[in-house]
């Protein structure tokens, strides 16, 4: 299969508790994008790179949390300290160098926070 | 800044009739269109994108949109509606001042009525 993959599927974790996710994008493609999306809401940009640069992050991106791509492969997602307000489906997108290509979304990561 | 709005966050439409979906982008500069689908617990699918040239652009399970420069519209439609198309639909918008970085309206919710 050689689409967008993400692990895990569903995390649910107590307030407090450091968690981390993990994208595996399209092999060939060149850059990667984690979105956050709330309930009622479409996704909302969190963070991209090309390679293995972290090229902009969102102002949603509280110093709580940080995102790597080592060798530019895959990417990690971490959020330390979780927060209720952190409950959402993290999407992890990957996409072709060029300007207008579409974006490959991957299944998602969902995480409850208690 | 790039914005989109999706008017109406809930359509029903009856089986075999018009679909239409709504949505207006604000933009600075020409935009980079997307349409795409979310199925439950699923990841977002590319329904059809348009970047330049024709406007009325054509994508997948029938459905296409039209691209309307002076209405900054792009809206969604299909001729007849089957059950299987409900779900979210979501529009979005990039450009080449952005990084690639996809902007989502909110989504629009199809139901399908047999």
């Known amino acids: 299969d050689t689409g967008v993959s993400q692990d895990p599927r569903h995390k649910i974790t107590k307030r407090g508790q450091n968690v981390t996710f993990r994208c595996d994008p399209i092999s060939e493609h060149n850059r990667l994008y984690w979105y956050r999306q709330t309930l009622g809401q479409g996704p909302e940009f969190l963070t991209y790179f090309q390679n293995e640069a972290q090229l902009e992050k969102s102002r949603l991106l509280s110093d709580r949390f940080s995102a790597e791509r080592p060798k530019g492969s895959f990417s990690t997602l971490e959020i330390q300290r979780t927060e209720q307000g952190d409950s959402a489906m993290y999407l992890c997108?990957?996409?072709?160098?060029?300007?207008?290509?579409?974006?490959?979304f991957g299944p998602g990561t969902r995480l409850t926070v208690l | 800044a790039q914005s989109v709005t999706q008017l109406g966050s809930h359509v029903s439409v009856s089986e075999g009739a018009l679909v239409l979906l709504r949505c207006n982008y604000s933009?600075?500069?020409?935009?980079?269109l997307f349409w795409y689908v979310q199925y439950p617990n699923q990841g977002l699918q590319l329904l059809l994108k348009?970047?330049?040239?024709?406007?009325l652009v054509k994508g997948i399970n029938g459905f296409e949109a039209e691209f309307k420069k002076s209405e900054t519209s792009f809206h969604l439609t299909k001729p007849s509606a089957h059950m299987s198309d409900a779900a979210e639909y979501f529009c979005?918008?990039?450009?080449?001042?952005?990084?690639?970085?996809?902007?989502f309206g909110t989504g629009t919710s199809l139901t399908v009525i047999p």
């Open positions: 348009y970047t330049t040239g024709a406007t």
């Open positions: 979005a918008v990039s450009g080449p001042n952005t990084g690639n970085q996809f902007y």
């Open positions: 933009s600075s500069v020409p935009p980079y």
């Open positions: 997108a990957s996409s072709p160098q060029a300007y207008g290509d579409e974006q490959f």
